[in-house]
């Protein structure tokens, strides 16, 4: 194979699989795959140290990197997309019978504020139950990705040697996002998260997009044909992947695949995996907004800026 041996993360799942396995080979690069466990780890050393050459991101992560510099530019690549209303869990001792009722509460995210899973949690408790984001005081449970980035005064570091799970069975804090935890006293908030995410998805047509991919500037420009490369030989994994699930084909389904193909059935048989900028313009706009609304970034950002120029015009 011509080209470069580029240092390559993304995480083993359907749409990618073909291009991990080989099935799939790009045309002016080599990949040599890492795998990170937890993935989360890459998008640190991605961001704060431009350790890898291509590498899967969560997208508000990336869109904040953007802001403050980072030299990496994604591809219109979105490996990664869920329904989030069943990401908020409740201590149900807390009095909080609707999701109005944590304003003027503590809720802990697991991890950073920027995380994507947080970004939409929040936009559904705001956009579909008329939360006023800036009356809950967030309490997070890490620091951010992208260490330039000022916390707003209502987001605040968990007390040192606390558990975010612990503060919440406690009741310390009335609710939390992104955490996993097995007690009688803590539920969901939006009971059948999936189902409401699904009901959201057919009024709006958005598929919420967690994840994207990103490669360094530097081989951007030292390679022109690189950025579209990645771009077709993801879409053609992804391409062989909706087949399979179309097809039912898939063994295991995942919790992922399941989503995926109900996704599918809702919008008629249609890709529920689009990749390119303008099958996924309105999706992202929205996220645009909701991350300036929650202060993620400082100024709005053009949809094509986030984008490898030859890339911009791709669909897959």
């Not at 956009?127 to 000022?150: C, F, I, P, Q, R």
């Not at 189902?195 to 490669?215: C, D, R, W």
């Amino acid at each position: 194979m011509a080209g470069p041996k580029l240092k390559t993360v993304t995480r083993t799942q359907g749409n990618n699989k073909a291009f991990k396995e080989g099935a799939v080979k790009p045309k002016t690069f080599e990949p040599e795959f890492e795998e990170v466990n937890p993935l989360i780890a890459a998008f640190r050393k991605m961001v704060r140290g431009s350790e890898y050459d291509v590498c899967e991101l969560a997208i508000t992560t990336y869109i904040a990197a953007k802001e403050h510099g980072k030299k990496i530019t994604a591809v219109p690549v979105f490996l990664v997309r869920g329904f989030h209303h069943g990401a908020i869990l409740v201590n149900t001792k807390a009095g909080i019978r609707t999701p109005k009722d944590l304003e003027g509460k503590k809720v802990g995210v697991a991890r950073g504020f920027t995380v994507t899973t947080g970004v939409w949690v929040r936009s559904v408790l705001q956009n579909e139950y008329g939360v006023d984001l800036s009356k809950v005081t967030w309490v997070l449970s890490g620091d951010e990705h992208v260490a330039e980035w000022k916390a707003p005064g209502n987001v605040v570091p968990i007390p040192e040697g606390r558990k975010i799970e612990d503060m919440l069975i406690s009741g310390e804090l009335v609710a939390a996002i992104g955490v996993d935890v097995d007690h009688p006293d803590i539920q969901p908030l939006i009971p059948n998260g999936e189902a409401e995410g699904l009901k959201a998805f057919k009024n709006s047509g958005q598929f919420p997009i967690n994840h994207t991919v990103v490669i360094k500037d530097e081989l951007l420009e030292k390679y022109p044909d690189l950025a579209a490369d990645v771009f077709n030989t993801f879409a053609e994994s992804k391409r062989l992947y909706v087949e399979k699930l179309k097809a039912g084909q898939i063994e295991k389904m995942t919790d992922a695949d399941k989503t995926a193909k109900a996704v599918m059935d809702a919008s008629g048989g249609a890709d529920p995996l689009p990749y390119g900028i303008e099958p996924n313009r309105k999706v992202l706009e929205d996220l645009i907004k909701t991350a300036l609304s929650q202060r993620i970034i400082t100024k709005s950002v053009a949809i094509e800026d986030l984008f490898a120029p030859s890339t911009r015009n791709l669909k897959g």
